[in-house]
């Protein structure tokens, strides 16, 4: 209670006994237009007094009373919220305080006790906001139940209400929050879907038996709009799990049951858009909404018996990558898990080299795959990195040959990140490979190759390229050139080809002779410098002297090598110079195999 409302119940409660009858009787005499908003108040005054007092059974009794009817009918809306209160704090007097909101919503106008409803629930307790709606729901399914008219408004109004309300309780994430259920929003999505029910068979019955009137249709929308809402939260934060039939899964399983019962066609709200005739829905909302609906049908299958087998794997994937765009764009564990599921699943029945290039020129493919990207180089989280990696292999498996060739191109200008493009440039080779043991493939065997080999043998800033930043492509590229290097036969089998390939490596292997001679120049003098450093014992001096050196910028992992003691410096400088050493041994390698072929002795 606010303390107003204290002093005044401890006001109502120094009251004598003949003082209140008086008051009642008043009351009684009293027409209800000529009733005052003291009165109002007084009257909630003394039902709160009651309860307060541990009185349940007298507040009980009196409205019971006949005596009282008319008060009660015109007054009574005032004890709902003294009674709900008191439901959600002492338990012991649970029967007389049920009781009596049974009473009081039997006998207040419906519409009234539906108003007073609604604003409880907008000023509910955070702290009790689970315990309230527990309370308020069986309550305020009977009273719309009771409407003749308007129905369908009082039931999107209460699902809207409530829905806020429960967006303010965490969203349990594990399986031990989800059993714990501290906060009880499992409980309410429970009593939620129980709620729901009896309008969805009214709608049910009226489908069967007759034609729909507007007051029908209104309100299959308004039981959309809630399905919709209860997609994006809780679902969409929710960790569900199909082998695991836990109290969100199955709340998922009751949303998902609703929308047919309510004639709503999943392909209709996946695939055609058919949420944009709802326009007090907001578009993020039905995107997201969207997507997970899309998650729970074609990851965890809920609902899946009631989809048409008509659609081809193809036609799935893109309306999918709409769906998978919208969760990959998202930096939520739970959003980027269902992303990368829903991405995967999607994939899966496609066939292998099915995916023609036309579809990569789709702002949803582009779109998506970006975001992909951005997972396998940005994510914090290791396991969602290499769930995406999995992800990233498998699309370019469904990729037919000029669509790799084509998104092999897309990925090497674009990804500026060295790790995605060396696994680019070692899915080139095993393209090469395979069309020099099948069949030829002009996209990986021939002049459409150079294109490729051209942005694959390049170095990003020429001779000023950071080779260890860019190890991972320059490895896989030499590796690569090599490899096409003693597979010569197949090469030259296009004398052109053969030639721009030559020209290519001779470029590449001169800029990259200079690169390394410039680093190796420069991480010895590094080396070299530390050593004497390491010889003077004037700390001090040392580190003054340090500080101005030019390995400060030198960085391993966002860790400054300034920072890091002489022996883990010296560790990471000799490192380096190894990796000088293993690339410049692949270039000599290169040169020797490029003499053999040639005939020249080396």
């Known amino acids: 209670m606010t303390t107003g409302l204290a002093l005044r119940v401890e006001e109502t409660l120094m009251m004598n006994e003949d003082k209140v009858h008086e008051i009642i009787q008043r009351w009684r005499e009293t027409p209800e237009e000529d009733l005052k908003p003291e009165d109002y108040q007084q009257f909630r005054d003394v039902g709160a007094a009651c309860l307060s007092g541990g009185d349940g059974q007298q507040l009980l009794t009196f409205i019971q009373d006949e005596k009282n009817q008319g008060i009660v009918k015109s007054m009574g809306c005032g004890l709902l919220a003294p009674l709900v209160d008191e439901l959600v704090r002492n338990k012991k007097s ?6 009596a909101f049974t009473q009081l919503t039997k006998m207040c106008s419906s519409r009234t006790v539906l108003e007073s409803f609604l604003q409880l629930i907008e000023d509910m307790d955070p702290g009790a906001i689970s315990e309230t709606i527990l309370v308020l729901l069986p309550h305020l399914q009977t009273v719309l139940l009771q409407l003749d008219e308007k129905r369908a408004a009082g039931v999107g109004l209460a699902l809207s209400a409530l829905h806020k309300q429960l967006t303010r309780l965490p969203v349990p994430y594990t399986q031990q929050q989800e059993e714990a259920d501290e906060h009880g929003l499992c409980r309410c999505c429970v009593a939620l879907a129980a709620f729901t029910r009896p309008f969805i068979d009214g ?11 507007p007051e029908d249709d209104e309100l299959k929308a308004e039981i959309l709009k809630f399905c919709m809402l209860s997609l994006k939260e809780p679902l969409l934060e929710a960790e569900l799990n199909r082998d695991r039939k836990s109290t969100m899964w199955l709340f998922a399983v009751e949303i998902m049951i609703i929308l047919p019962a309510i004639k709503e066609s999943l392909p209709g709200l996946l695939f055609f858009s058919s949420l944009r005739k709802f326009t007090t829905m907001d578009t993020n909302l039905s995107k997201e909404s969207a997507a997970c609906l899309a998650y729970l049908l074609f990851v965890q299958l809920i ?5 048409p087998a008509v659609f081809s794997p193809v036609f799935i994937l893109q309306c999918n990558m709409e769906h998978v765009n919208q969760l990959l764009s998202r930096k939520k564990e739970s959003h980027l898990l269902k992303g990368l599921a829903l991405f995967a699943k999607s994939l899966e029945k496609v066939e292998d080299n099915g995916l023609p290039v036309g579809l990569l020129d789709l702002e949803s493919f582009y779109s998506a795959l970006q975001n992909l990207r951005q997972v396998l180089t940005d994510c914090p989280i290791q396991h969602l990195r290499e769930s995406g990696l999995k992800v990233f292999q498998l699309f370019i498996n469904k990729l037919d040959a000029e669509a790799k060739h084509k998104f092999f191109r897309c990925m090497l200008k674009t990804s500026h990140h060295a790790g995605v493009e060396g696994y680019i440039v070692n899915n080139i080779r095993s393209q090469i490979q395979q069309s020099m043991k099948g069949e030829a493939n002009k996209w990986f065997l021939g002049m459409e190759l150079l294109p490729l080999l051209e942005l694959v043998l390049s170095l990003p800033q020429a001779s000023e390229t950071d080779l260890l930043t860019n190890m991972d492509k320059i490895m896989e590229s030499l590796n690569l050139l090599r490899y096409l290097l003693t597979r010569d036969k197949e090469v030259k089998s296009d004398a052109d080809m053969w030639e721009e390939l030559c020209r290519i490596k001779d470029e590449y292997l001169k800029m990259l002779r200079v ?12 080396m070299k410098a530390l050593k004497e450093e390491q010889k003077l014992k004037a700390k001090e001096a040392k580190e003054h002297a340090r500080s101005t050196r030019l390995l400060k910028t030198v960085t391993v992992k966002h860790d400054k090598v300034t920072h890091m003691s002489p022996e883990v410096q010296y560790q990471v400088l000799q490192s380096a110079l190894v990796t000088f050493d293993l690339m410049e041994s692949l270039v000599v390698r290169i040169d020797e195999i490029t003499e053999e072929k040639q005939g020249k002795p080396h």
């Open 94 to 99: 649970h029967d007389h305080c049920q009781a």
């Open 203 to 213: 709608v049910k019955k009226k489908d069967e038996n007759c034609d729909p009137t």
């Open 303 to 307: 609902a899946m018996d009631t989809f």
């Open 515 to 526: 690169c390394i001679s410039m680093s190796r120049a420069y991480y010895s003098a590094e």
